[in-house]
């Protein structure tokens, strides 16, 4: 996802807090992503258009999970078949990852972060899913009949609340300790973003103010103080917060990709119903539960500190 560059001087040189960086992005995806930035930095391709092929290749992933379908209970010869297109679309999904960091890279380096390339971004990557998601289903329909349908959703509709709740507490962690805008901070009423792009941003700040409740009054809180009593306050916000992030590392989408490759793997879809439905969604209401508490403790810090 992308974001912007700190305008704080953090202990990092590519926009990304090194504390929240799992072992994945730390040691493959990003390194990958800012090498593919780099290769790109002087050619004509653009973020959006590296957030596009990201899009694609998850909907790349989409078509060989769906032509996994198509092997289940064949002969020894069909099964291998199936398990080379699963791996194959493991590979597709993975490459998104990559992507997905590249974008962001590339915008930092050449100057072009924007409003709009988060939204595309982010629409890119919805919309990618939403067809993944549609050929998981038609995969396990085709095993347990139509409930499969409804199962697949259940769990796209739950990771998205999921997916939405994790990157609002990494972008508002990161706009509260190292001063870092996104979003929610750069499309208030004064700059509202139009169109059909507008409506999703709409959607998406609403569905992210409800499941991270009481971020927003952190932001008015930050934004209201002087340049040197937001760096005071950043430490204790940051102890606050760190044990939720650190928590919501699961929620990631690294391990649900690993996850819907390994159960398409081995044949069996369910699998991946069972993840997000009933153990994310577990650790979401845990997740929740942290913030509230964390975001919380921080107003009533600010609170009692008026006059830090």
Known sequence: M??????SKPDHSHGRPPE???WLNRTLYHPLSRRLAQRLQFTRVTPNAVSVAGGLMVVAAAAMYFTVGRFWGKDWFGLW???WAAMLGLLFHLAWHVLDGADGDLARMTGRSSQFGEIIDGVCDYLGHVVLYFALGAGLAGQIGPIGWLLMAAAGFARAAQTVFFETQRRQYQYWV????WL????????PTRGSLGVVARFYLRLSNVLSAGGAQVDAMLAGLPQAKRMALGPFIKAK???VMTHIAVLSSNYRTLVIGIAMIAGQPIGIVIFELGVLSVFLWSA????????GAILAHCAANKDL
Do not use: C, F, Q
Not at 288 to 295: F, G, L, T, V, Y
């Open 241 to 243: 917060m760190m044990p």
């Open 20 to 22: 929240l960086e799992d």
């Open 288 to 295: 929740m539960r942290r913030s509230h508490r964390a975001i």
């Open 2 to 7: 992308r974001i912007h560059s700190p305008m």
């Open 81 to 83: 078949g199936g398990v």
């Open 178 to 181: 190292y001063d870092t805008p």
């Open 184 to 191: 929610r901070n750069s499309a208030g009423p004064s700059k």
